[in-house]
């Protein structure tokens, strides 16, 4: 079957994208996952200038989730440019979005404009981080205002595609999606990590994480992620990237079902190992196959489409 979509008039050859965070800051990794069967790569978010991360440990899994407070941390933009531009020479077909991050709005305009001038496919931008909070305060897609006033000014600043990405830790996510999207958000990527949370080691009473408390990811918050994202394909006209705890064919098919385009592939890398990109299309692809589906645009925003067809 003719895998490929379509995002944002940027065509992927298969809906599954790295999400931001997972596997390295280089060109060569990136091409590396690309080779192993991702249809996009998103980076890791970017800082104007470097940024600390949280001390070790910063992540702890289990079966069921994962919680992380890495705590983003980066060398910077002029790091990130010369990767960047690399990348794009390898030219292997899985388009990059970049994801950027700041502290102040001020901070997210500069790099959008930095980031502008390398013109790549997409930009995403991470307003919606639980583990920064300390240091930058509430993250701005907590607050309807906050976050349409960003979105107007960075899409003031790039003529490329730009993409929110939104938390889940808000009362009314529909309220955000539809601010920044009146603002002028061309996409949507949900959900950001869930949280924070508290993992305690019993031995010792001591949570397990340095930071204390972190993002919940991993295959616990998928029916809240798939959910999520059911209700921002309901209310707005934006292509979503929906992720969170997406770790098998069944579950990627699932989230388009819900509305996603392009569905994050993040801690199927723990689960599923570093072939997860393959294993899961392939498991796409024999569903599809067994179901009469020939192209994943079938999918997309299917269940909306049935649970109007029975009313
Ligand atoms: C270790 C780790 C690092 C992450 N770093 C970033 C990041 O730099 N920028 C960002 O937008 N999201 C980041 N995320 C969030 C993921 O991109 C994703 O939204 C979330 O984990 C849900 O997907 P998953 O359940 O497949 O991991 C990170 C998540 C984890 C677990």
């Avoid at 077909?93 to 013109?119: C, Q, Y």
């Avoid at 300390?134 to 907590?142: I, L, S, W």
Wanted: charged letters at 25%; one cysteine or more.
């Amino acid at each position: 079957m003719d895998t490929s979509v379509n995002y944002l008039g940027v065509s992927f050859p298969n809906p599954l994208v790295l999400c931001s965070g997972y596997l390295g800051v280089t060109a060569s990794t990136w091409d590396n996952v690309a080779k192993r069967g991702a249809g996009g790569i998103t980076t890791k978010s970017i800082w104007l200038k470097e940024h600390k991360g949280h001390a070790n440990p910063v992540i702890i899994c289990n079966d069921d989730y994962m919680v992380n407070a890495v705590g983003i941390p980066d060398a910077g933009i002029e790091k990130a440019k010369v990767e960047i531009e690399e990348y794009r020479k390898r030219d292997n077909g899985s388009p990059l979005i970049v994801n950027i991050i700041g502290g102040k709005a001020d901070d997210f305009v500069a790099i959008t404009e930095a980031i502008n001038e390398l013109k790549p496919q997409l930009i995403e931008v991470n307003m919606s981080c639980p583990n920064v909070e300390d240091e930058h305060g509430k993250p701005f897609a907590t607050d309807c205002p906050r976050a349409a006033d960003l979105t107007k000014r960075l899409k003031s600043v790039t003529d490329v595609p730009l993409i929110i990405k939104l938390s889940p830790n808000v009362e009314d996510i529909q309220a955000v999606a539809k601010a920044v999207v009146e603002a002028g958000a061309d996409g949507i990527t949900a959900i950001n990590t869930y949280g924070p949370g508290l993992v305690i080691d019993i031995d010792t009473a001591q949570p397990v994480l340095a930071n204390k408390f972190g993002g919940v990811s991993g295959p616990g918050i998928r029916p809240l992620a798939v959910k999520k994202v059911f209700d921002i394909y309901d209310c707005v006209d934006a292509p979503i990237i929906g992720m969170g705890g997406m770790t098998s064919g069944r579950d990627a098919i699932e989230m388009m079902m819900a509305g996603a385009t392009l569905v994050g592939i993040g801690s199927a890398l723990y689960y599923r190992g570093e072939d997860a990109f393959k294993i899961v299309l392939d498991e796409m692809v024999e569903w599809c196959e067994a179901n009469g589906v020939q192209s994943f645009n079938e999918i997309i925003g299917k269940t909306h489409e049935v649970l109007k067809n029975e009313k």
